[in-house]
């Protein structure tokens, strides 16, 4: 067998992995297949610099997504989800510049091109073309209070709206916090989502349930991580996922970390003991549960 001594011989998957045309595309996920993987879910990145301002926009921007999913699968012959939304750092910039230009006006035609995209992004869910929403949430970084509530009452429609239609969703939040759980808690209580449904990206390495509240955490598997997740793994309430966040971008080879991470993490993990349940978990049974069958 050509995977003979490796430590873990199943299925690898990478919650949030980002491809672009302009950046390695193929030979990114080349390299992690070439490291062991199996399948990616692959997270919409937006234009930041223009994101979409209209609904066709929006429509045709997530269709870029889901075609690089179809070359992937058939050029590559990874497995591949597709996960569809508007970043929050993209809207809340969108959002300063619209307001400072038309005050109220542009408020309202910020809110409406949120709602816009996620309309088109949960249009393609239930056209069977994307298997979750995401990443939606709020700016990791300081913002105004109005933007700050404005981003947790869209946040919290969303939340309404997955629970309603039966989609999970991948939250981009602030980082290190442990208070972040539990105001994500609380808001899918007020929302009537299953909080297992809410999938934290780039979720911190301590992965138990005292400290996730019922959320499944997407860990960062940075080499800092591994201590942290093989102590508090056997602790966690359902499980977690091993994450990336590759943004494939030339001018940051490697960023966040590289396309070979979680095929290396998931052996180091193995070989140092953890539970292979958990591991079979993380890259089989709660990526179905959450997102489908591939």
């Known amino acids: ?22 950046g390695r595309f193929l030979d990114a996920a080349k390299d992690f ?53 508007p970043h929050p750092a993209a809207f809340a910039h969108q959002f300063i510049k619209w307001v400072d230009e038309d005050g109220d006006l542009g408020r309202e035609k910020a809110m409406q091109n949120y709602r816009d995209s996620i309309d088109e992004a949960a249009a393609f869910y239930h056209e069977g073309k994307a298997h979750a929403i995401g990443e939606v949430g709020r700016p990791h970084w300081e913002v105004s209070n109005e933007i700050w509530n404005l981003s ?10 997955a629970a309603n239609d039966g989609f999970a969703l991948q939250l981009h939040v602030e980082g290190e916090l442990e208070s972040t759980y539990h105001d994500m808690a609380a808001m899918a209580s007020k929302a009537g989502l299953a909080k297992d449904r809410l999938v934290r990206h780039y979720s911190p390495p301590n992965v138990s349930s005292n400290i996730t509240q019922g959320l499944t955490p997407s860990v960062l598997i940075g080499k800092g991580a591994l201590d942290t997740l093989i102590e508090t793994a056997n602790s966690c309430s359902h499980g977690f996922l091993l994450e990336t966040d590759y943004m494939d971008d030339l001018r940051r080879p490697g960023a966040v970390l590289g396309p070979k991470t979680v095929p290396k993490r998931t052996q180091q993990l193995v070989s140092a003991g953890i539970d292979e349940e958990l591991m079979w978990k993380a890259h089989v049974d709660l990526p179905n549960r959450l997102y489908g069958e591939e």
Request: glycine letters at 10%.
């Open 1 to 22: 067998m050509a995977n003979e001594g490796l430590a873990w011989q199943g299925p690898i998957l990478d919650n949030h992995f980002h491809l672009n045309r302009n």
């Open 33 to 85: 297949k070439n490291a062991g993987g199996t399948s990616v879910v692959l997270v919409h990145c937006p234009d930041f610099s223009a994101p979409p301002t209209t609904r066709l926009g929006h429509r045709e921007s997530y269709q870029n997504t889901i075609d690089m999913a179809d070359s992937v699968r058939k050029e590559v012959g990874l497995g591949v989800r597709v996960v569809l939304g």
């Open 152 to 161: 947790n009452e869209l946040l919290l429609e969303t939340m309404k709206l």
